[in-house]
């Protein structure tokens, strides 16, 4: 009678439990059962979980193990009697059939997770066919971060993920969970739904394949509305004259700060100013970090003071966790507190939250080249702006701008006065 044990012959945690199908003398057998099980879980005199294994364990693998058993008895009846060799390698391939994995096809030209971690590896040599560079450090976290995601995506639903299986019905499932289940942002699911598109291209640009319904509208997602802040002249002004001179450190970040105001550079080339030419009239950065260009932009009055207050010495480069810290501390002392619109991160859920804030709490990095953009529109042509900032498109450009209601409506009012006195000039008192 043919018999087939189970067994964990290492005892690292997780292991893949071995399966050994014999029958007498002519036919005994091994492989792996791709079936993960704690050690200490599993008896092997008794072929079952122990009695105090959790039961989730239980449920899950039990039924696995069970039918995996009854396959390999069926593929043996059927292929013995049609003259298979019955040997290590059949029982293999049988193991593989059961679980629906190739033979002789490597894991990550299947499954989703083994390709993206690979592509992810492969993304630390890999450079940019445009910009010529190496892929930053930070794209690859994010692309780390998607692949997380996908992880407990996977557990959660109890499935292993091929390429192919990245439709519209997964598609449905994974923003589910991401907004019903873990209360992310729409922004945030937007992203992993972009990273995922991107990583099931390239599987396409290496000729594997894929399931077409990556291309649909459908599979997208709306981002949030953003209430990202910026600060207007009025608002730099106070924190450019904001006496300083007992706190160094302040003092430091502010005229960094100032800098990216009036050049819109992002906090990654601020990081960088160092390696940047202060001529009399201009900024030259040489490579920017996002786009690979060299950007020219002109001084600002604030920036040249700021200078020649240093005797040209640039104000020290700090971490952006400082910077964020103390811009959002000389925004306070700069009376910048009114309440606005904003997102917060909650500590506690690790999630953004919506509401009033005071406006210096909103402030980060990212706020000096916002509002660059945004002082700038519609005073000066949109190319000239982007020509500083360095966007590509102006619907990226568009992005980046955060007029608000309030400042339509201010410009508005001051449009009309303009109109209004070119057709009812004030009176020219004559001399006698």
């Not at 791709?34 to 959790?54: G, R």
């Not at 160094?248 to 502010?254: P, T, Y």
């Not at 390696?275 to 600002?300: A, C, D, R």
Request: with cysteine; glycine share 4%; aromatic share 10%.
């Amino acid at each position: 009678m043919a018999n087939i044990k189970f067994s964990c012959i290492k005892k690292s945690n997780p292991s893949n439990l071995n399966i050994r199908f014999y029958l007498g003398k002519k036919i005994d057998c091994n492989a792996q059962s791709h079936i993960l099980v704690n050690p200490n879980d599993w008896s092997e005199k008794m072929q079952n979980f122990k009695a105090n294994t959790d039961i989730t364990i239980k449920n899950h693998c039990k039924p696995l193990i069970d039918n995996l058993k009854k396959e390999i008895l069926v593929k043996y009846n059927i292929d013995h009697s049609n003259g298979v060799i019955i040997d290590s390698k059949w029982l293999k391939k049988t193991v593989q059939d059961f679980h629906k994995r190739p033979e002789g096809i490597e894991e990550h030209k299947i499954y989703f997770v083994p390709f993206v971690e690979k592509f992810i590896e492969d993304s630390k040599i890999r450079r940019n066919p445009i910009s010529g560079k190496t892929i930053a450090e930070n794209t690859i976290k994010k692309y780390v971060t998607t692949l997380n995601k996908i992880k407990e995506f996977e557990k959660t639903y109890d499935t292993k993920l091929r390429i192919t299986d990245i439709n519209i019905k997964f598609h449905e499932k994974l923003t589910h969970y991401l907004k019903d289940e873990l209360n992310y942002s729409g922004t945030y699911i937007a992203k992993v739904v972009n990273q995922i598109k991107l990583f099931v291209r390239e599987a396409k640009e290496q000729k594997l394949e894929i399931n077409d319904e990556i291309e649909s509208r459908k599979f997208t997602y709306k981002t949030d509305e953003t209430f990202d802040t910026y600060l207007n002249p009025s608002e730099i002004d106070l924190i450019y004259n904001l006496n300083l001179t007992h706190n160094e450190s302040l003092d430091n970040a502010r005229d960094l700060f100032i800098i990216g105001l009036w050049t819109g550079l992002r906090i990654s080339d601020l990081k960088n100013i160092n390696y940047s030419l202060f001529t009399k009239n201009t900024l030259v950065v040489p490579e920017t970090e996002k786009t690979g260009k060299m950007v020219e932009i002109p001084i600002h009055p604030q920036v040249r003071k700021i200078l020649d207050k240093r005797l040209n010495e640039l104000p020290k480069v700090i971490s952006t966790q400082k910077f964020n810290d103390y811009i959002k501390e000389l925004c306070r002392l700069a009376g910048i507190t009114e309440e606005v619109f904003g997102n917060i991160k909650n500590p506690i859920t690790n999630r953004k939250e919506k509401g009033l804030y005071a406006k210096y709490k909103l402030i980060s990095s990212h706020t000096a080249r916002r509002s660059f953009a945004t002082n700038h529109y519609g005073e000066l042509p949109d190319r000239t702006i982007m020509a500083c900032t360095g966007h590509k498109s102006l619907s990226q450009f568009h992005k980046y701008l955060k007029t608000t209601q309030k400042d339509h409506i201010e410009k508005l009012n001051k449009y009309w006065e303009q109109q209004d006195e070119l057709k009812n000039p004030k009176p020219v008192l004559k001399r006698a």
